[in-house]
Structures are given as C-alpha cells and as structure tokens.
Nanobody
Framework: QVQLVESGGDLVQPGGSLRLSCLVSGFTSDRLAIGWFRQGPGKKREGVSFFNSIGKPFYTDVARGRFTISRDQAKNTVYLQMSSLRTEDTAVYYC???????????????WGQGTQVTVSS
C-alpha cells in the first residue's frame, strides 16, 4: 500500500517562497507517477505539478514559471519548490501517486493527508 506524507506547509507573505515535501513509502514498482494537487477555499481540486511514470516533469498553468518539482530517490521524497507566491496560491496541497500521469484528480488512487499553505500579508 502506497503511503504519502506531506510536510512543509506554512503561512508565508506574498512574494515569498516555500518548499513542500512528500515522503513516499510502500510502493513496489520502480515506475510510479507522482505529483501535487491543491484545493483552495471554495474551489475544486486542481493539478499543480507532476512526474509521469518515467520521471518526466509536467506543470500546469498555475505552476509554470514559479514552481519546481523535484525528487530525491535516495530519500523517497518528492519536493515542490514554490516561489513568487500569491494570495491565490492559498490552498491545501496534496501529494498524489499512481500508475500513470493525469491532471484529473479521480485518476490518482493514492493521496496524502494534505498540508496547508496560506499566502497572506
């Protein structure tokens, strides 16, 4: 059973930076798609950034140019480095994993518990 544990959420001022971490455990395949969704207050879940099953990174419009996804395979950890944060980035950020990449939330079988990011002055 794949388990995902996020950390790093915090209160940050507009224009600031933050790095989220996702510790991944319990997977047996060496090909696992993994990434991040977010859900802001009163909004639907939306994709942020992902690695597909062969490690190619993808970014949605909300992340492109400001966020960077990376991974440390030795630590089984995926990171989301966020910069130039805006108030509209306020959301619960979820780490997800599955057999293939998709921007559709229902396509991802494994979810973490989420970590809160609040961007406010």
């Amino acid at each position: 059973q794949v388990q995902l544990v996020e950390s790093g959420g915090d209160l940050v001022q507009p224009g600031g930076s933050l790095r989220l971490s996702c510790l991944v455990s319990g997977f047996t395949s060496d090909r696992l798609a993994i990434g991040w969704f977010r859900q802001g207050p009163g909004k639907k879940r939306e994709g942020v950034s992902f690695f597909n099953s062969i490690g190619k990174p993808f970014y949605t419009d909300v992340a492109r140019g400001r966020f960077t996804i990376s991974r440390d395979q030795a630590k089984n950890t995926v990171y989301l480095q966020m910069s130039s944060l805006r108030t509209e980035d306020t959301a619960v950020y979820y780490c997800v994993a599955g057999p293939y990449y998709s921007t559709v939330p229902d396509d991802w079988p494994y979810w973490g518990q989420g970590t809160q990011v609040t961007v406010s002055s």
